[in-house]
Antibody, heavy 119, light 110 residues
Framework: EVQLVQSGAEVKKPGESLKISCKGSGYSFTSYWIGWVRQMPGKGLEWMGIIYPGDSDTRYSPSFQGQVTISADKSISTAYLQWSSLKASDTAMYYC????????????WGQGTLVTVSS | QSVLTQPPSVSGAPGQRVTISCTGSSSNIGAGYDVHWYQQLPGTAPKLLIYGNSNRPSGVPDRFSGSKSGTSASLAITGLQAEDEADYYCQSYDSSLSGLFGGGTKLTVL
């Protein structure tokens, strides 16, 4: 059974760093892309970026380029999304999702990680 | 403002048919990239509903159907049920912006 399991909710202060994770199982982790999606409170889905764990090829949406870093450790089938200096506006639910290519459907999704940034 | 435009809301009575549009441009839907649709029930992660413009994953009722023409795509739901009340998102790809989601449409079952 394909599963994407994300790390738990986080509460951080502005300026702090954070790395959240997404662990894949039940499939060949290095053969599929993992994308990250932001959903701010009461808002829609936003495509942040995507990584191919097989060779670490990474693409970012222009809106998120330079704001976050996407990485993966194929030895433990885990993708990451990280911030070096959080802002209050980073408060959102973050989802990871699997796809066979950058343009393909996101067929499996993680359960989401809620990030709250507040002083 | 999303590059893929969806109506903010649609509504229908049980048993009726509703459609949700997703309008793009010549650099995304019109360039031939596939459109996929997701359903997001309150408090849950999105779920794939339609892929490759008109294909249903296993387990999705045939009340849901998708189509694409030119720079637009549509999701149709027939025989509306109370459990269909959710947010619906289209997704495609843009040669300049990479992945794209529509702004989302809230479906209300009256």
């Amino acid at each position: 059974e394909v599963q994407l399991v994300q790390s738990g909710a986080e509460v951080k202060k502005p300026g702090e760093s954070l790395k959240i994770s997404c662990k894949g199982s039940g499939y060949s982790f290095t053969s599929y892309w993992i994308g990250w999606v932001r959903q701010m409170p009461g808002k829609g889905l936003e495509w942040m970026g995507i990584i191919y764990p097989g060779d670490s090829d990474t693409r970012y949406s222009p809106s998120f380029q330079g704001q976050v870093t996407i990485s993966a450790d194929k030895s433990i089938s885990t993708a990451y999304l990280q911030w070096s200096s959080l802002k209050a506006s980073d408060t959102a639910m973050y989802y990871c999702a699997r796809s066979s290519s950058i343009a393909a459907r996101r067929d499996y999704w993680g359960q989401g990680t809620l990030v709250t940034v507040s002083s | 403002q999303s590059v893929l435009t969806q109506p903010p809301s649609v509504s229908g009575a049980p048993g009726q048919r509703v459609t949700i549009s997703c309008t793009g441009s010549s650099s995304n839907i019109g360039a031939g990239y596939d459109v996929h649709w997701y359903q997001q029930l309150p408090g849950t992660a999105p779920k794939l509903l339609i892929y490759g413009n008109s294909n249903r994953p296993s387990g999705v009722p045939d009340r849901f159907s998708g189509s694409k023409s030119g720079t637009s795509a549509s999701l149709a739901i027939t025989g509306l049920q109370a459990e269909d009340e959710a947010d619906y998102y289209c997704q495609s790809y843009d040669s300049s912006l990479s992945g794209l989601f529509g702004g989302g449409t809230k479906l209300t079952v009256l």
